[in-house]
């Protein structure tokens, strides 16, 4: 009973309402309206992930999952199962019904990744031959059609032509005694065909009267022709009904045979129309999936978090801005108490946090900022406003202590108090506004304190508004108690509607009554009554209520700071990649460069081999050969660049470059032992090592000795052969080691290599890799091999590989 009061009480059926608007079929409507809670904790979780992926879905396709055909066709199959006769109209609807459940079903299976939806329509059956014959004998008017049988077709057939000869018959007596009637048209009266003849003439034209007129001028009149025809036509007309009823009967039994199916089908679909109401809902409220969260260990967070109902009033009903709350309650809190003035949003604050639990616990999204964690509470049970009967004689306080005994049942039913003490907290979630009010002050307040203190031995999460100042002090006594208020405008004389938390809310009453104008002797008397201890509470919560003000603005400035710090770093990064990819498209400009001198020294030395290979060589040859190539390699290879000159040092004051930051800085102190120095660039100040760090000009500082030392015997061991006599490939200095064991490749190689001057290239192919592998591990330890290089694509590539020998 409590929970249904609770529901009242928070305007749920009003929530569900404004769901039900979002769905796309009756069947969605009424289960939206009438929306089940979940019990557990796994069914909150699967109705948010079929949410979360319905809500994917929408977003992928331009319209998402079309319920279109889709009715409520429950009645239909209840008369079916009861073997009454379904309706053409009625037999229709189960046909488009069943085509629109196949389309669903074929959009969902189009993601594969929407394993939930997935597993609902896995076993959905459509039964596309019932659909087709259906179609086949009921037309879009809900007719049987006369392709449904063949007798069907004859009779009709035979009653097209009986009709037509009635109307011929009639019309060659409207020819011959026109002036017998009062009009010249052929109506029906039933299924008879009539003239409408003057009553003066009623002799004239015999027959059986059906019908009169109103005035009794007029006689409908079934000439006497033609009442055989007429007889004749009701007889097929009879046996037309007889055929087609035979036709919806059979039909009506396929739709019995597959009852339990087609009942399963709605269930499916009424379950996607409401998930689809949900997600479609939740994107209308802005709002974010929440993640369920174990109180006992994470922080509940709830921020910006918008009144649902609120949100609705002020898009359709021209409400006021709704004005969010943010709930931030650390794990160790049981209880947080809200004081504050009335109309100050209080009570608005308890419907707000007991509508977002019941809404993640039916999969729908909460309308509040990411990260929105909240826990799973099994109830959520309130006290809210009052509840006063005239026929139960109950005051305000006795409806709220009858309300409250119903919810410490709720959470402790059935048990003894041994057991409660010795039980763990229940899972709910308890809303009580203005609790201990409409009785006497001192005792009101004794019975709040007593009351929040057994539900923080009792319940997961209580939150209570109040007026009582003594419920302020529980956060001092009892570190599972919090304080928050709503913050109030004594400028203005009206609330913000502000959750402010830590800090209890004061008493503004006096200066609300001064403000309005009420006498000052008056307004000295009350506080010479209430003592000079409240007026220093209200200054000192004045002051922290500045200094929260004074930390929000700093927060502001920081936020403002971080966004400008963000996009000034997105554009800094965009700058950075687009001169990345400048360099880069440099750099392949210079290799192409490179290679086609290289192509083109190639091609000169070629022509100076083979004029050499021409004829037999002489030594002033050889000599003419060499300068040749000299030449060309002055010509091609570019000059390496003039060194910076070592032994820079850098003087205070003094504007430095830093490559690897690529910032200019000032230099702040002289180099010390560590051969670091202190700079400053804007206004960061940090610490660098001489060797990172050149001139303006390009000079480097002299480097350490170590350094030197080891960048010595690098440029030693990794120098190249000399760019003033290119290399040149020939039989001699190419050794061939395809097929051979990396053994015997070794042993080749040190032979090689110990008559080898300047370079050789060694061929071992590809293969399994295991021959590279071995050679290049022997030439990395042979002492005259300084390094090695794969050859270039025109000289086998990977599949080659030069040694440069130390002479």
């Known amino acids: 009973m409590i929970q249904s009061e609770t529901l009242e009480l928070l305007e749920w059926s009003r929530l569900c309402q404004h769901l039900s608007n979002f769905a796309a079929t009756k069947l969605g409507v009424f289960a939206a309206r009438n929306i089940q809670i979940p019990t557990t904790l796994t069914a909150s979780e699967q109705l948010l992930k079929q949410t979360q992926q319905v809500y994917d879905l929408e977003g992928r396709t331009p319209t998402g999952l079309s319920f279109e055909g889709i009715q ?38 189009n993601h594969e990744d929407l394993d939930v939806l997935l597993a609902l329509v896995a076993d959905l059956r459509t039964y596309p031959e019932v659909e087709q014959e259906i179609h086949r004998c009921i037309d879009e008017r809900g007719h049987v059609a006369d392709r449904a049988s063949s007798k069907l077709a004859e009779v009709r057939s035979e009653i097209r032509r009986v009709r037509s000869q009635i109307n011929q018959k009639l019309q060659n007596i409207i020819q011959v005694k026109s002036n017998a009637l009062q009009e010249g048209i052929i109506t029906q009266r039933g299924d008879r065909y009539v003239l409408p003849v003057k009553a003066s003439h009623k002799d004239v034209i015999p027959g059986i009267v059906h019908d009169t007129s109103t005035s009794g001028v007029t006689l409908y009149v079934e000439p006497n022709s033609v009442v055989p025809m007429g007889n004749q036509l009701r007889q097929l007309l009879r046996r037309e009904e007889v055929e087609e009823e035979a036709i919806r009967r059979a039909l009506t039994g396929q739709i019995a045979d597959i009852i339990p199916d087609l009942e399963r089908l709605l269930a499916i679909i009424t379950v996607l129309d409401l998930a689809c109401a949900r997600s479609r809902y939740s994107q209308w409220l802005k709002g974010n999936p929440p993640r369920f969260v174990d109180p006992t260990q994470e922080q509940i967070t709830l921020r910006q978090l918008h009144h649902p109902l609120l949100l609705w009033q002020q898009q359709y009903e021209q409400g006021h801005p709704v004005v969010p709350v943010d709930l931030r309650i650390e794990p160790h809190i049981r209880v947080v108490t809200i004081t504050g003035p009335n109309t100050g949003g209080k009570t608005v604050t308890l419907k707000t946090l007991g509508l977002a639990a019941l809404m993640a616990k039916v999969g729908l999204f909460i309308p509040a900022r990411e990260p929105v964690e909240i826990p799973w509470f099994e109830q959520v049970l309130a006290d809210i406003g009052d509840e006063q009967s005239l026929q139960q004689s109950l005051s305000t306080f006795s409806g709220h202590i009858r309300r409250i005994s119903r919810i410490l049942t709720a959470i402790s039913p059935g048990e003894s108090p041994e057991d409660q003490d010795l039980k763990s907290p229940s899972p709910s979630l308890i809303l009580l506004d203005e609790v201990g009010a409409g009785t006497d002050p001192v005792e009101g307040s004794a019975l709040a304190i007593a009351l929040l203190r057994y539900l923080a031995d009792h319940a997961l999460l209580t939150m209570a508004t109040t007026h009582f100042g003594e419920l302020k002090a529980l956060k001092y006594e009892d570190l599972r108690f919090e304080n928050a208020s709503v913050e109030f405008d004594e400028a203005t004389l009206s609330p913000t509607y502000r959750l402010l938390w830590g800090i209890p809310g004061r008493s503004n009453a006096l200066a609300i009554a001064s403000r309005l104008g009420l006498k000052p002797e008056v307004i000295a008397a009350a506080k010479q009554q209430m003592g000079g201890v409240t007026d220093d509470v209200n200054l000192v919560i004045a002051g922290l209520e500045d200094q929260r003000r004074r930390q929000e603005i700093k927060a502001a400035e920081a936020q ?159 120098s190249p052969p000399a760019a003033t006599e290119p290399l040149i490939r020939t039989s001699r200095n190419t050794i061939d080691l395809r097929g051979k064991r990396v053994a015997d490749a070794e042993y080749i190689l040190d032979q090689a290599i110990a008559q080898a001057h300047r370079a050789i290239w060694i061929i071992h192919g590809h293969g399994t890799g295991k021959l590279r592998q071995g050679v290049h591990e022997y030439l990395r330890q042979h002492p005259r091999v300084s390094k090695y290089e794969p050859a270039e694509q025109a000289d086998g590539g990977t599949g080659v590989t030069i040694a440069y020998i130390v002479d």
């Open 72 to 109: 409520d066709i429950g009645d239909s199959l209840e008369r079916a199962e009861l073997k009454g006769l379904l309706a053409g109209d009625e037999l229709l609807a189960i046909a488009t019904t069943l085509a629109g459940a196949r389309n669903l079903r074929r959009t969902i299976e």
């Open 560 to 718: 403002n700071l971080l966004q400008q710090a963000e996009k000034l770093y997105k554009e800094v990064s965009a700058k950075a990649d687009a001169l990345q990819e400048r360099e880069q498209a440099l750099k392949a400009s210079q290799e192409a460069a490179v290679q086609e001198a290289i192509a083109q020294a190639k091609k000169e030395i070629a022509q100076v081999i083979r004029r050499l290979q021409q004829g037999t060589p002489t030594g002033q040859d050889a000599q003419n050969a060499t300068n040749a190539i000299n030449q060309i390699a002055e010509k091609f290879i570019p000059q390496a660049p003039p060194k910076p000159k070592p032994g820079y040092i850098p003087k205070i004051g003094e504007r430095i470059r830093i490559p690897k930051l690529g910032q200019t800085a000032e230099v702040l102190t002289a180099p010390d032992a560590d051969r670091e120095i202190n700079v400053r660039f804007g206004i960061m100040k940090m610490t660098v090592k001489l060797d990172d760090i050149e001139s303006l000009d390009g000079q480097k500082p002299e480097p350490s000795g170590k350094e030197t030392k080891v960048k010595e015997n690098k440029t030693k061991t990794e």
